[in-house]
């Protein structure tokens, strides 16, 4: 069992940077998959970043490609999202999400999820 909480959204400017954090309880966090998920209103939970167990793989979806930079510290059991140059568009509420298998960009695949954290982007 895995219990996630996220931290660290809020208002920006376009242009701007944010970090998340999802911090997370149990004792064998190195070895779950993490992913960050976002949410728009109106729209689909869609899939922005994963990272496996020991950090030696790293995913993103194209939208946020040279801009989010996802990174782990097993020490602390917590998962970051950097999110620089930021853009109206990436307006969401974030989830981080845990998995046992592989890391993935399907959220099926993610059993254990966060509450969110809120991400608002003004032009």
Known sequence: QVQLVESG??????????RLSCAASGRTFSSYSMGWFRQAPGKEREFVAA???????IYYAESVKGRFTISRDNAKKTVYLQMNNLKPEDTAVYYCAASPSIAT?????????????QVTVSS
């Open 105 to 117: 960009g399907f959220l099926g695949q993610y059993p254990y999820w966060g509450q969110g954290t």
């Open 51 to 57: 990272v496996t167990g020991s950090g030696g793989s």
């Open 9 to 18: 959204g809020g208002l920006v400017q376009a242009g701007g940077s944010l």
